[in-house]
């Protein structure tokens, strides 16, 4: 994907002016699937952007912001501290050990892989008192690289999640394919779909996994059309990172 044409926005217009047009192509990706934009959350991505830059956003009306690791979002939550009305979800791969900066200020987190983490996280929100909406991620690509659950797998935790009184088990989130087959991304999505479809039938009372956590800059419309709840969106609205994703997801 060619990340290099996403101008970075600096003023507060401009970034007002990108979210519309991002969410122009929301509400224009749901009419053609005949789904309500109201079903849609625009996710503001907002990494590798130091803390000041995010008060332009902030300014501009976001009131959450999804950042991939979780140190950088917790020193950005430390200096946004004003912000009090400022949510942030965490949708990055978390390392067990990292569970008590997570508890501590995220609302939400979209890369839950395993029971131990769970556990973690349960753990340090008891003792923060807070409660997090999560979200599982699954591997839909195949692709060793990538973060995140088989599909095989989903079953059995979603069943023991069931014992976690301080996490919200909200649905699923995946990271397509990275690939110019358009077909081959829109199988990843489909994928998820279908998998929270399943899954829902067998999930623990009380349940309800209404959140698929899927499309980025470069492949959200498709996402939309095949059900995505949540769009992850960073360099369409803040302008193109110069890290690489292998930052972020080793290739
Ligand atoms: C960075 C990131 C995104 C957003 O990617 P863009 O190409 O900037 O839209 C989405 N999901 C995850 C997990 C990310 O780390």
């Known amino acids: 994907m060619d990340h290099t044409n996403f101008p970075e926005a600096q003023t507060i217009e401009q970034l007002r002016q990108n979210i519309a047009t991002i969410q122009a192509r929301i509400d224009q990706a749901c009419a053609d699937a005949g789904r309500d934009p109201q079903e849609v959350r625009l996710l503001p991505v907002s990494k590798t952007h130091p803390a000041e830059y995010l008060r332009l956003a902030y300014a501009a009306g976001c009131r959450m912001l999804g950042e991939n690791k979780v ?5 950005k939550w430390q200096e946004l501290e004003d912000l009090t009305d400022l949510k942030w979800s965490v949708i990055g791969h978390l390392q067990t050990n990292k569970a008590k900066y997570v508890a ?3 609302s939400e987190f979209h890369a839950l892989d395993s029971l131990r983490l769970a556990q973690a996280l349960d753990q340090r929100l008891t ?3 807070r409660y997090l909406d999560v979200l599982v991620q699954i591997n839909t690509s195949g692709e060793e690289s990538k973060y995140g659950i088989n599909p095989e797998q989903a079953p059995e ?10 996490l919200r088990v ?5 990271l397509a394919m990275n690939s110019a087959d358009r077909e081959a991304v829109r199988g990843c999505f489909i ?3 279908e998998l929270r479809d399943s899954l829902q039938a067998i999930a623990p009372a009380g349940m309800q996994l209404t959140e698929l956590s899927m499309g ?4 959200f419309e498709l996402a939309i059309a095949e059900g995505a709840t949540i ?3 960073g360099q369409a609205i803040f302008g193109a990172r110069e890290q690489p994703d292998s930052y972020y997801w080793p290739k």
Do not use: K, N, W
């Open 127 to 129: 003792i923060e008192d």
């Open 170 to 174: 909200r649905g699923l989130m995946t």
């Open 104 to 106: 501590r200020f995220a």
């Open 216 to 219: 980025m800059s470069g492949d």
């Open 231 to 233: 769009v992850r969106i």
């Open 157 to 166: 935790l979603i069943a023991q999640l069931g014992e976690f009184s301080r």
């Open 191 to 193: 994928q998820l779909r």
């Open 71 to 75: 140190q950088e979002a917790h020193q």
